[in-house]
Nanobody, 132 residues
């Protein structure tokens, strides 16, 4: 089993920045593919960013150029640096992982339903609120 614990959410003004963290507890062999997802009230959960074991990344078009996904292997921690935040970024953000390595769908269509459903492990979420 794997436990993911997110932190770093908060309330910021538009244009501000936040860095989310996700600490991985348990078998790191079960986290060969990791990502960040978000869900706003009344909306479907959507993929935001993904990171494969080789360091490759993929981002939703809505956040590309503003968000950066990264990891610190020594600390078993995944990060999401969010810059130039917009009100539409307001959502609950979830860290997710799966044992299977990131594949083409994850690395090209992060927002696809099949991609979302392929992640086995999920954190509890951390709230990000961006005001104008």
């Amino acid at each position: 089993q794997v436990q993911l614990v997110e932190s770093g959410g908060g309330s910021v003004q538009a244009g501000g920045s936040l860095r989310l963290s996700c600490v991985v507890f348990g078998d790191t062999y079960s986290t060969n593919c990791m990502g960040w997802f978000r869900q706003a009230p009344g909306k479907q959960r959507e993929g935001v960013a993904a990171l494969d074991i080789d360091g490759g990344t993929n981002y939703a078009d809505s956040v590309k150029g503003r968000f950066t996904i990264s990891q610190d292997n020594a600390k078993n921690t995944l990060y999401l640096q969010m810059n130039r935040l917009k009100p539409e970024d307001t959502a609950m953000y979830y860290c997710a992982a799966r044992p299977r390595a990131c594949d083409v769908p994850v690395m090209t269509t992060i927002q696809a339903l099949g991609v979302l459903r392929s992640f086995a492990y999920w954190g509890q979420g951390t709230q990000v609120t961006v005001s104008s």
